[in-house]
């Protein structure tokens, strides 16, 4: 049963960051994510500010400087379908194309994918955990198998987006129009850990929305994937997954990013592995010495050591899938 709250159908971006002042206002963008937690409580809502009728936010287009606008509101399947995107970005159109299902796919948009609230079953639950606000993390002594291994602190979610790893590792950038105007973050500083603010996954502050997220035109040499592992095929979120994006001269990687998800409470860049692979060719002994390296500070619960394994085995396919 859904607590009542008022409800907005904004016309214009400036209007929804107006509605955005009320105390407890919610953005609703494909409301796949929004609703659920509304319905489970896990948060409460003065009031909905759907931006789902801003033709502005949607769309995918060409930049003059090689690069790639996405508008926020763009659904997952367009971003996972896109001729642009699955030629240049394929990590991106890989990521998208593993979220959830068709359904989710065609309601859920990219802005809300990378603004999505943690999937931590106490966080969901009827727990008053630290995320909300409480003085225990239940997951440390509890049912921990789907938790961080890495970049935990008091808190072990694990971020659920599949599209924020491949955009990170992209080399992304995220526009954001609030009160005071609107500012570019890189997708680098996009992500909150929960050292730094156990209340939020992002550095969205209240009353600002994504408007859009931009591609850089892909250096010399791009090679990038995406490809995760769930506990079944059909749809699932992450146990392990690892989006590359590196640059490669003749056979050897000259730079790049390895970002792992379902590992910590952030897409997690392992500068680790990628000092490991810098300069090197992707053979079998870089690719091993990588996914160790990757894996060498993971700080496993009591039920998710098993993570480790998966992510080596995992990384270390990948490279070598990307290099051949
Ligand atoms: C059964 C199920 C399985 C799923 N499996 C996966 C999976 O495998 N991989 C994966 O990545 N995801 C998965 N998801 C999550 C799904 O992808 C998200 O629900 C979806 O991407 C959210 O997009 P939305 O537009 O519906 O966001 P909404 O539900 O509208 O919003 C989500 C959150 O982001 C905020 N928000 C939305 N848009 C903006 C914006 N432009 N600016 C600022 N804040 C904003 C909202 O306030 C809300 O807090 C799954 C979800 C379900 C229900």
């Known amino acids: 049963m859904l607590s009542p709250f008022a409800y907005i159908r904004a016309q214009s971006l400036e209007e ?13 963008a494909g409301g796949s994510d929004l609703l659920g937690c509304l319905r489970d409580e896990v ?7 759907s931006i789902a009728g801003l033709a502005q936010l ?19 399947a367009e971003v996972a379908r896109h001729p642009i995107i699955a030629e240049r970005y394929r990590a991106l159109s890989q990521a998208a194309a593993s979220v959830a299902s068709p359904q989710l796919r065609n309601q859920g948009t990219i802005g809300g994918n990378i603004c999505q609230r943690p999937r931590c079953w106490y966080f969901r639950g009827e727990f008053h955990c630290l995320r909300k606000g409480g003085n225990t993390c239940y997951a440390i002594a509890g049912e921990n198998q789907y938790h961080a291994i890495l970049g935990g602190d008091r808190c072990y979610i694990v971020h659920p987006s599949d599209t924020a790893p491949a955009l990170l590792a992209l080399d992304a950038r995220v526009s954001i129009a609030g009160p005071r105007g609107t500012r570019t973050v890189p997708m680098d500083e996009f992500f909150v850990l929960p050292s730094t603010d156990i209340t939020r996954e992002t550095v969205i502050e209240p009353g600002e929305i994504v408007t859009e997220i931009q591609l850089p035109a892909p250096p010399a040499g791009l090679r990038s994937s995406y490809r995760k592992v769930r506990a079944r095929r059909s749809w699932d979120f992450a146990l392990a997954g690892v989006a590359l994006a590196l640059q490669i001269d003749g056979d050897r990687v000259t730079g790049g990013r390895v970002v792992l998800s ?3 409470p952030v897409p997690w860049r392992s500068t680790e592995a990628e000092a490991v692979i810098r300069g090197s060719q992707l053979d079998t002994v870089t690719a091993t010495r990588a996914a160790e390296a990757a894996m060498r500070d993971a700080r496993p619960l009591m039920r998710n050591a098993y993570k480790v394994p998966l992510f080596k085995g995992l990384i270390e396919e990948e490279l070598l899938a990307v290099g051949a």
Not at 16 to 28: D, I, Y
Not at 43 to 49: G, H, P, Q
Request: aromatic share 2%.
């Open 43 to 49: 948060f409460a809502c003065s009031k909905m500010v």
């Open 262 to 264: 379902g590992a910590a």
């Open 58 to 76: 949607k769309g995918v287009a060409q930049l003059p400087d090689g690069g790639v606008r996405i508008g926020a509101l763009t659904p997952i």
């Open 16 to 28: 929804a960051v107006q509605h955005l002042r009320t105390e407890g206002a919610r953005v609703s």
